[in-house]
Every structure is written in C-alpha cells, then in structure tokens.
C-alpha cells in the first residue's frame, strides 16, 4: 500500500518565496541607498528654524512627535526645500507659527518620496506574512506555505500498490459481513440508486486498539477497487481554531471529486466527544467547530449524489456525541472485537505464511495461549518469535520461539491490564456460569446462546450472550425479577465459590438496581407504593440529545419507602439467584471446567449443559 501525498499547488509556494525575495531585497536597499525612496530631508538646528520662523521664511510645518518638517519659500515665495528639525519643548512654538500665519498640522508634508510612503505602508506586513509563511511551510514538510487548512488526509489510490482485501483480515467475521454490504455499495452504487434505496453514509467500527479497525477499512476500499482517504481525528484539531473545519470541507471536496470514494476517520473520538458532557469551562471551540462541519458534510453529500462512504473507528463509542450517530450519518456501527480461539489462529496462520516456521511448530496452541490478544498483538508475537530465531542465528522458527515470545508480548500486555491472569480468568468463568444457570430458570430469562471468557469489548471480562426468544414488548412482573435474578446470577456464584466478591459484578448491581428502580417508580409494581409513577414522563432537553427522567417531588417519607422496596426487590432477586446455584453446584463446576478449557461454549454443548439446571423449590427460594 502506497502512500501519496495530494499535490499541493505550488504556486502559493511561489508566491511565498517572491515574497520573501522582494522584501528582503527592500530592506537592504533602503538601509544602504536610502535616497533612492525620495530625496534625504536636510536635519537644520532648532534655532535656525525658530529664525526662519520669524523672517517669515516657512510656509508650512508639521510637528510630530520627534520630528519636525517644514517647507520653506523661495525666493519668489513659491514652496521651496523641506527640511526637518528635532524639537524642543517649546509651548510657544503654536502661537509663533500662527503670528507669522504659517500653516501647521500633525501629519508630514507632502513630500516627494511617495513611493517610500506606500512602500512603508505596505510591505511590513507583506514581510511579516512573508517570514511566516517561510517558516509554516517549512514546519509543514515538503507541502508549503498557505496549505495549513488543506486537509493532510493520505490517499491510497487503487491499483498503485498491493492492496489490502478482506483476505489479509481474520478473527472478525461478523464485521467482515456487514463490510462486505459496504463493497457491494461501492462497485455498483446504480443498482441501489436505481431502486431508490438509501446508501448509509457512515460507518463506525467500533472495538478495542490493534484489532484491526484500520485494517478492515483499506481493506474495503482494496475489495471495492475506490480511492481511499485516511485522516486520524487527532489531525483535525492540532491547528489554530478555524483549521480544522477548512480541513473538513476541503477533504470531502477532493473526495467527492473521486466518488466512489471511502474517506476514513481515525479516531473519531477526537473531534466527536460529546458536546453535552464538555461541560461550560471545559468546551472546546475548535473542536466543537470541526465537529459541526463534519456533520454539515455528512448532511449535504447525499444531495450532491456522489457515493462517498464516510467510515471512522474509535474505541470510545461511549464519548460520542450523539449527533453522529443519528441516521443519516454514522447510523451502522460495526464491532471489531477481540479474536476468540479460531480466530486467533486464523490471525495467526495469515502471519505464519510470511515467515520460516520449524516442524514443530504448533499454531493451535499458540492461540489456546493467546486468550485475550488482539490481532495487532498477535502480528507482534510472530515478529517477536521471528527476532528470536533469527538472533540465535536459527534457519526456522520453532515453538519454543513462540514460547518466549508470548511471555515477552504477555508482559507488555499486562502492564496495560488487558491479559486475564489464571485466577482472574477462573473467577470470570463462574461468574459467567452464573448468569447463564440462573438465567435458564428464572421466568422471564433469555435464552443462553453462548458463554464467553474471552474479553470483550472495553470493560466487559466475559460475557453471556442471550437471545430473546421473541420480541417483547411487553414484560410481566415476574419476568422483569427473573431478570433482576439474571444479573446478580455472576456476583452470586462468586459469593459461593470464592467466598469473596470482585469489582466485576458493578455494572450487572447498576443494571439490577436501575431495574428495580423502575418497578417501583414507574411501572407501579409495588406494592407497599401502589400504582403511583413516581417519575415524570421522560423529557427530551432542548438540544434533543439527552434523556432526563425527572423524578416527580416526594416526600421524605415516600423516598424512604422507594428505597426500601427498591432494596427488597433486588436482594429477594439475589437470594434466589444464590438459591439456584446452590442447588446447581456440580452442574456450575462442570460448565465453568469446560469454559477454562476452551473459553467460550455454545450451540448444542451449552444446551445440553443448560438442560440439566435443576429447579429450586418455590418457597425456600422466596424466602428472604
Ligand atoms: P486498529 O485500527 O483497530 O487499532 P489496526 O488495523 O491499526 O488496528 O491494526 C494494526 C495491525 O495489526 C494491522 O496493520 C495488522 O497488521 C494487525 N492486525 C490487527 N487486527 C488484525 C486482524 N483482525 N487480522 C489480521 N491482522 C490484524
Ligand atoms: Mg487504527
Ligand atoms: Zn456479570
């Protein structure tokens, strides 16, 4: 893949350097031949002027701060020489001028120099801008003078260098399907124009650093054979406050210019941050202004009908104003997770094909080690294990290779917390087994359709993917417990294996509270509070990107009655989620054996498993 930098027009380049010449040349010609601006003013001692005042001799003067010149008669009283004087402090000089009725002001004469007048007028801001630009264009590479607010966007252009395909990618399946749809409207953009569908604008692809976000989006741009402009956020903002808009408009004119074209956002984050959570003091103009005009252009290009597919990544969906995200801009967000097992291998296997493996080299289980890798760091393992060999002067690389190299990755990994340890990993496992055991028998609860201790995403260790079994709607009482049960399922399993409780269950306790939370001050399930909603209906806030749920005004009483019920609702939840897995031990440390063994279960193995979950008896798990 080649990177070719836009030509940037050379002629503001010229111009800069003519600018620079000439004033230059100014400068030396007016300090060594002054007289060539004009004539030099003959200097005259104040006496000899205050003489020549009173002969009558001036016909006019102008007093300035440090200098005065006047021009005095000829012999036929016609305007003759002008000459300059330095000033005294002398409060009389008005009154004498005006008894021999000389004409007097502030400004200079008129003098014979004009040229000089224009020129000092004019060129030391021509200098100023000069040397300026001289030194932009030279901190702004080989680009030149003027080209600050040209976007620096790269642009691959296809067929100039080998290009990236969807071949060159592993472990991300999911994403490659839904980018495959993205291709398909790239090389023929008539057939869905033609049935008036919509093309989508933007894409955000969504997931953790090194998984291969950037990757994935040259490589839709090699599948589609289209012109591909890369740009990184962090870019759109490092100028002076204006720039970074210039920079947006001028890259969506030269793409529009290549339609079919994909631009590519890198770390949208940056300029997309929430404008709500920036806070007063803390907004930041310039990125605000970035911001606004990405989304003008987002708005405006479907009108011009130019196929230009707008893909951006960033690891922090979280922080993104929710602005773009809104139809119509980036309305598909696409996950690009972590590899699980197969996928660590596939990744694996693309990057065995570019170095010397030795027979014993076993890439399966290098992947079985790898939990937790992303695809950068599994690249970097295979270079690690390649280094190794190559020091110890060896022809092929061999597992023990591999071995080393993996510790050596692991360290690095570990310093930035994304490698489970065993114990972490163990405890991830039974917690999952969990949710998913209570889960299977509380009414209400979701179909489990796999049990992961592969991290996902961003905060996430493990996770238990359940599948409604139909749309709902509408969720009964019972259900919306089941469900409650559901989530503290993970913190109770660690309650009763480990004895101890870790940071993990947080966000599940949040999810359970803000659940019951709304039982009892919105559906009006409760029943010491009765059918009383006790939040106002949900208010949209006036820039319409933001929900707030006032809470209607109560009385202290009331308040402590909702936290009551609040707090019976998730601990009756809570004691039966322990009811169950206590019943369900041997089932838990079967699942929770085979997960440490191949990190994610699903299909028929979980479904046999999950069938075996014996029921509790009603009362004993009631009971609180
Ligand atoms: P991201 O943009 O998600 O941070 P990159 O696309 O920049 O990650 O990945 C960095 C490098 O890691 C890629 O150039 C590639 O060599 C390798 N890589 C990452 N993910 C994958 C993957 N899924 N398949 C193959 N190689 C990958
Ligand atoms: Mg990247
Ligand atoms: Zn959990």
């Known amino acids: 893949m080649s990177i070719k930098n836009k030509p940037q ?34 200097q005259v001692p104040y006496s000899l002027f ?139 953009p008539q057939r869905y124009i033609a049935i008036g569908a919509r093309i989508p604008k933007g894409v955000l692809l969504v997931g953790p650093p090194g998984t291969g976000k950037t990757l994935l989006a040259k490589a839709v741009a090699g599948e589609a054979g289209v012109p591909f402009f890369s740009i990184s956020g962090s870019e759109f903002v490092e100028l002076f406050v204006g720039a970074g808009a210039a920079r947006v408009r001028d890259l969506f004119e030269q793409a529009k210019k290549k339609a079919p074209c994909i631009i590519f956002i890198d770390e949208l984050d940056a300029i997309g941050k929430s404008r709500a959570n920036a806070g007063f003091f803390a907004g930041n103009d310039e990125r605000e202004q970035t911001l606004n005009q990405l989304l003008t252009e987002m708005d405006g290009f479907s009108v011009s009908g ?10 922090r969906p979280e922080i993104l104003d929710p602005a773009l995200l809104r139809p119509g801009r980036f309305d598909r967000q696409v996950l690009v997770d972590r590899p699980d097992l197969a996928g660590r291998l596939a990744i694996l296997e693309i990057y065995a094909r570019k170095v010397k493996l030795g027979p014993d080299v076993d890439l399966k289980a290098i992947a079985t080690r790898t939990p937790g890798f992303a695809g950068a760091d599994l690249a970097n393992l295979v270079n690690e294990a390649a280094l190794l ?39 991830v496992a039974y917690h999952e087994v969990g949710h998913a055991l209570v889960g299977a028998l509380m009414p209400g609860g979701t179909k489990v359709a796999k049990i992961s201790i592969v991290p996902r995403g961003m905060a996430a260790l493990g996770y238990t993917l359940q599948l409604p079994t139909e749309d709902r709607f509408l969720m009964e009482e019972k259900e919306i417990r089941g469900q409650i049960a559901t989530l503290l399922g993970g913190r109770a399993a660690e309650e009763i294996v480990f004895g101890s409780i870790t940071t993990g269950a947080a966000n599940d306790l949040q999810r359970a509270t803000d659940l019951a939370e709304r039982m009892v001050t919105t559906y009006g399930m409760s029943k010491v509070l009765g059918p009383l909603a006790y939040e106002k209906g949900s208010q949209t806030n006036f820039l319409g990107d933001g929900v707030m749920n006032p809470r209607r005004v109560v009385s202290d009483a009331t308040a402590k009655a909702i936290d009551e019920e609040v707090k019976e609702i998730v601990e009756t939840a809570h004691q039966q989620a322990l009811a169950i897995l206590n019943k369900n031990r041997d089932l838990m440390e079967k699942i929770a054996t085979r997960i440490l063994e191949t990190e994610v279960i699903e299909g028929e193995e979980l479904q046999n498993f999950l069938s075996q979950v014996q029921p509790v008896d009603e009362k004993v798990a009631v009971a609180v």
Do not use: C, M
């Open 50 to 188: 205050i003489d020549q005042v009173q002969d009558g001799k001036v016909l006019r003067v102008s007093v300035g701060q440090n200098q005065i010149q006047y021009q005095i008669k000829d012999e036929e009283g016609k305007p003759g020489q002008i000459l300059a004087t330095t000033p005294i402090f002398d409060l009389e000089l008005p009154k004498r001028l005006e008894e021999k009725g000389v004409e007097f002001a502030a400004a200079p004469p008129p003098n014979n120099g004009w040229i000089n007048n224009i020129i000092s007028w004019v060129l030391p801001p021509l200098i100023f801008v000069a040397i300026w630009q001289f030194f932009v264009g030279r901190s702004g590479g080989p680009q030149g003078a003027l080209s600050i607010t040209k976007s620096k966007a790269k642009v691959y252009v296809e067929g100039e260098a080998a290009k990236v395909t969807f071949a060159d990618v592993a472990g991300v399946e999911e994403a490659k399907v839904e980018l495959a749809e993205i291709v398909e409207f790239l090389k023929s």
């Open 306 to 315: 130019a196929t230009v597919i707008v893909l951006a990544a960033t690891n």
């Open 9 to 42: 027009p050379s002629w503001s380049r010229v111009v800069g350097n003519i600018l620079l010449l000439v004033s230059g040349a100014y400068l030396l010609i007016s300090i060594f031949f002054p007289q060539l601006f004009g004539p030099p003013i003959p």
């Open 389 to 427: 060999a190559a020091r110890a002067h060896r022809e092929t690389i061999s597992q023990a290779d591999f071995t080393e190299a993996i510790e050596r990755v692991v360290a690095g990994l570990e310093k930035k917390s994304r490698v489970l340890s065993d114990k972490e990993k163990k405890i």
